[in-house]
């Protein structure tokens, strides 16, 4: 039975847990540094609304970074669980960065967070600020030690086979985390991580905001947010464009993909199509606004060059680079056209509504605008959120559908990575039980960060009050509770 197929459940199941891990990653990665933003800005100025910030926005970081952790461990399960076969082939290379990742980087940030949380009215204050540095270093450390891991996987580096054959075996462990698709790939994850934050805090300040709550405090939160998006967008922007470099030089087959170019073309025939109505599948499309020369730019920096398509690749593949895998493509090295093609378009398209929102959101707020921004406005802000993560999400989906049908392009093929003895059925029944058990933490993750952006940062303190930078570790609300 097809439904019961271990390979087809076995992609559902890491894709599904992957994609709902990665929901907290960005988060984490922007907030962290949000926090040691906000805590120096208090520092330096001793100005209370900045501490208030760092409180709140704080308690966010912690929620999420412990929901991450929980759904994190079951990522490196699953490749014992139901890619044996792959965990054997490439264990030696693809562990060790995991292995940096879990010993070094996760102990890093952990320890220091924790020093953190405990930290307040016990650190001197530079040092309990440097905690909080050293924990955006840590989270970022781990994100870059992930990301190499996978950077093998679309561009395996640093490698040698064993001589008995049939396993990779490490021969350069510095070629495998600097592999040209890790050190791309990782200041565009961060951008991108930056600019989902950003967006959640603006939702925060936007909702506060709109019934006039915590005004001092949340209108230099909305400001700072909304500045963050636009320019960590353009940042995406430019490191996307590094990374897409990359891509052409080391999987020439996924841009082809992302454009759906069956044959190869040079300058003004490398248009690129912003949109289409169909997915294009060789035989022509219904309509398609398409650009001349970009996909030429986009792919060489340069307006006359060359893009290799598809049925060429395909050719090259099968005759030259890898005709000991053709029989089992059937000739076909290509990934699915239709998603590679729309998620290409999706992640672009998410990202730049949410940066056009912001624009408006700076020019409606500005300090010489002669009305507030109406109701509704105030509702975009708030619903804008997502928008980024799912560009992020969705560019995952092109990341890795883009490098099927290899699991590792060019040594393994997906299929021939599961687990050989793990039946159908067992795969189905931890899917299930997975998707059970995240959508509950989904609900826990989801109602606590609400819960903490309703109830806003603490008040500023009026002249008889104690000072905020007093409280006790206990009345604290950086800690979870």
């Known amino acids: 039975m097809e ?35 906000f805590q120096s800005a208090w520092y330096r100025t001793a100005d209370v609304k900045y501490l208030m910030l760092t409180r709140f926005f704080g308690k966010i970081f912690l929620i999420n970074f412990a ?52 930290g307040w009215n016990k650190l001197p204050k530079g ?11 840590g989270t970022w450390l781990s994100a870059y030690f992930i990301l190499a891991a996978n950077a093998f996987m679309q561009n395996p580096v640093g490698y040698q086979m064993s001589q008995e054959g049939g396993r990779a075996e490490m021969a350069d462990f510095v070629a495998v985390l600097t592999n040209p698709v890790a050190l791309t790939q990782f200041p565009h994850t961060i951008v991108s991580a930056i600019m989902f934050s950003a967006g959640v805090m603006v939702a925060a300040a936007a909702w506060h905001l709109a019934r006039k709550q915590n005004v001092e405090t ?20 430019l490191t996307g464009d590094q990374l897409g470099l990359v891509m052409v030089e080391t999987q020439p087959m996924k841009m082809a993909a992302a454009e759906a170019l069956f044959n190869s073309a040079c300058g003004a025939d490398a248009s690129f199509s912003l949109f ?54 059937d000739g076909n090295f290509a990934p699915i056209l239709w998603v590679t093609y729309w998620s290409f378009r999706w992640m672009m398209g998410f990202g730049g509504i949410a940066a056009l929102i912001a624009v408006v959101g700076l020019w409606v707020t500005r300090k010489n605008a002669k009305r507030e921004p109406a109701a509704w406005m105030w509702k975009v802000a708030v619903w804008q959120a997502p928008l980024a993560l799912l560009g992020i999400l969705v560019g995952w989906i092109f990341t890795e559908m883009g490098r099927q049908p290899w699991i590792v392009f060019g040594l393994m093929l997906t299929e021939d990575g599961v687990s050989p003895n793990v039946p159908g059925w067992n795969v189905l029944v931890s899917l299930i039980a997975f998707t059970l058990i995240y959508a509950i933490l989904a609900v826990v993750e989801f109602g606590l960060i609400v819960k903490t952006v309703k109830k806003g940062p603490d008040p500023l303190p009026g002249p008889d009050d104690e000072h905020p930078s007093e409280t006790s570790v206990e009345d604290t609300p950086t800690t979870v509770y």
């Open 3 to 37: 439904f019961l197929d271990p390979l087809l459940l076995a992609r559902w199941q890491f894709g599904l847990t992957t994609l709902y891990h990665f929901i907290f990653v960005p988060l984490t990665l922007g907030m962290s540094l949000f926090v040691a933003i």
């Open 67 to 118: 929901m991450g952790i929980v759904t994190g461990i079951v990522q490196e399960f699953q490749f014992g669980m139901n890619w044996s076969s792959y965990s054997r082939f490439v264990g030696d290379v693809f562990g060790a960065p995991l292995a940096f990742e879990g010993l070094m980087a996760f102990f890093f940030e952990a320890t220091f967070i924790g020093l953190w949380i405990f």
């Open 127 to 137: 040092v309990h600020l440097a905690t909080i540095w050293m924990t955006v270093v």
């Open 218 to 237: 949340m209108r230099p939160a909305l400001k700072f947010g909304l500045w963050t998006v636009v320019i960590s967008f353009l940042a995406v922007g």
């Open 276 to 329: 289409s109505i169909g997915t294009p599948d060789g035989t022509g499309e219904i309509w398609s606004l398409r650009v001349p020369y970009l996909l030429a730019f986009l792919s060489t920096h340069t307006l006359e060059g060359c893009v290799e398509g598809i049925n060429d690749l395909n050719l090259l593949y099968t005759q030259e680079l890898f005709p000991q895998f053709a029989d089992q493509v």
